[in-house]
């Protein structure tokens, strides 16, 4: 979640030795962006506590303890659990002929041939 919402891991260092003792000493409130709202902040260090029977979905209430969360609180968890939530972008369908054909076209290249039958 924090990598999604600040593009950056919370724990990124030059060595992997480094990222391994951030991850160990845990969140810091200072690498969390200014941009990060309070009910943010509350959901990701819920989620990440050093003991995992304190962390969010592992108190009473389980995973509901997520979805009651004040930073979902608009989120369509219906649509959602039905499966019938809308994609915020749909990718444009690969044309696969286009592909083969290029393909096609390039392998006709490098064994000398004009054309390769498909």
């Keep these: 979640l924090f990598i ?4 950056r891991s919370p724990f990124d260092a030059e ?3 480094h990222i391994y003792r951030n991850i ?3 969140f810091k ?3 969390f962006p200014e941009g990060f709202g309070q009910d943010l902040l509350e959901l990701i260090q819920g989620l990440c506590r050093k003991k995992p029977e304190r962390r969010l979905p592992m108190c009473p209430g389980g995973a509901g303890n997520i979805q009651a969360h004040p930073w979902f609180q608009d989120y369509p968890w219906d649509a959602v659990s039905t499966r019938t939530l809308q994609a915020p972008y749909l990718p ?3 044309d696969f002929d286009g592909i083969h ?4 076209k390039a392998l006709g ?3 000398g041939t004009s054309s390769v039958a498909p």
């Design 4 to 7: 999604m919402m600040a593009g």
């Design 15 to 17: 060595d992997v030795m």
């Design 24 to 26: 160990v000493k845990g």
């Design 29 to 31: 409130r200072e690498i």
């Design 92 to 94: 444009p369908e690969p």
């Design 101 to 104: 054909e290029g393909s096609a």
């Design 109 to 111: 290249k490098l064994v």
